[in-house]
């Protein structure tokens, strides 16, 4: 993998986990998201500024993976970008979410991260 390579799915994986961050923050503990049918449902969710800030990141994350995927191949580019995913993810939560961050959380993305490794060396 080329160093551009690697900076296109960097940038994949910052706005794919900006938009998890993003859609945790618009419906993250809220019950009724489904409540009253598909239609109330996508409405809730196009006019939630959160929400909308969500789709637009999974937007340019599919920008640059499909980028990514101009130089790496698909079986090591996906769980690299997954992986960098992960660890956003993970910070978030922690972080600004305050979810819990336990040995069992933290030993399943080790593992996951070992996975990746594995699948990405002389992939």
């Known amino acids: 993998m080329d160093r551009w390579g690697f900076l296109m799915l960097l940038g994949s994986a910052f ?3 900006t938009a998890n961050t993003f859609m945790k ?3 993250g503990g809220r019950t009724e998201l489904l409540d009253g049918g598909v239609a109330a449902s ?3 969710i196009l006019f939630n500024p959160w929400a909308a800030g969500g789709i637009a990141c999974f937007g340019v994350s599919f920008v640059f993976l499909s980028a990514a995927l101009t130089r790496v191949d698909l079986s ?3 769980p690299v970008m997954a992986g960098m995913v992960f660890l956003l993810v993970l910070a978030v939560s922690a972080g600004y979410f305050g979810e819990p961050l336990n040995g069992y959380r933290l030993s399943g993305i080790a593992a996951i991260l070992a996975g990746i490794a594995v699948i990405s060396l002389r992939g």
């Open 15 to 17: 706005f794919n986990a």
């Open 25 to 27: 923050a618009a419906f």
């Open 42 to 44: 996508a409405l809730r």
């Open 76 to 78: 090591v580019a996906y």
